[in-house]
């Protein structure tokens, strides 16, 4: 059985215990050099996930009848490798563990009502910027290429001056750093981050 299990945003205390026994209780992990470190007593066998997912691919498909968990950062399905393994294995062969993701910690910690929010990512994507301007709650999970600084440009050249961005960076690790400020104040650089964009109408 191929299971897919949600890290949470970056700490085992957020994930849950059912993806915790899944770990336990796996042959093979897949998962991001970052994700395996959280495992250091693992013993059997680890592979890194990297950018190749075609290679991931064949590489499952090699691996039918071994008990093997993918490790996915946040929830699987949201702009995650879940939504891929379900689009090529189909949801039948699939286990897949749910995950707190990085925006819902983000929005727990600042107390943000999700109720009505546009989620979105710049991952692999072009932005539409337009839509981003206009809504009111805008929940983005950010690249290298797209991230606070692009987001704030973006609002300024269309005239939204009036918001704020809350920038959340590396969300439940010991360095994690939670930042609200107005686009003309978005200057630095951040480490690895999700942006609330709260508009004021
Ligand atoms: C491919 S997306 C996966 C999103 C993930 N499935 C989720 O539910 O949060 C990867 C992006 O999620 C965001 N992300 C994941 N973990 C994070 C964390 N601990 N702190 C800040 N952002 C995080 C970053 O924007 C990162 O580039």
Redesign the pocket.
């Known amino acids: 059985m191929l299971t897919v299990a949600?890290?949470?945003?970056?700490n085992l205390a957020l994930m849950t215990p059912q993806a915790q026994a899944a770990v336990a209780q796996a042959e093979v992990l897949v998962g991001s050099k970052r994700h395996l470190a959280q495992f250091p007593d693992f013993a059997g066998e680890a592979r890194v996930l990297d950018a190749d997912i075609a290679g991931l691919l064949a590489w499952l498909e090699r691996q039918r009848g071994r008990q093997v968990v993918v490790l996915?950062?946040?929830?699987?399905?949201?702009?995650?490798?879940?939504t891929r393994l379900v689009a090529h294995f189909g949801i039948e062969q699939l286990h897949i563990i749910p995950?707190?993701?990085?925006?819902?910690?983000?929005c727990a910690r600042c107390g943000i009502d999700m109720n009505d929010i546009w989620l979105t990512?710049?991952?692999g994507r072009a932005v539409d910027f337009d839509t981003l301007a206009r809504m009111p709650k805008v929940a983005?999970?950010?690249?290298?290429h797209c991230?606070p600084k692009a987001i704030a440009k973006a609002l300024l050249a269309r005239g939204v001056h009036a918001c704020w961005l809350v920038i959340?960076?590396?969300?439940?690790?010991d360095s994690?750093r939670i930042h609200r400020l107005r686009p003309a104040d978005v200057s630095a650089q951040y480490?690895?981050?999700?942006?609330v964009i709260l508009h004021e109408r």
Not at 6 to 10: E, F, K, L, N, T
């Open positions: 949600g890290m949470g945003p970056g996915a950062s946040g929830d699987p399905l949201f702009y995650g490798i879940g995950g707190i993701s990085a925006v819902q910690y983000l990512s710049s991952h983005m999970v950010t690249d290298a991230g959340g960076e590396n969300l439940g690790m994690e480490a690895m981050n999700v942006v």
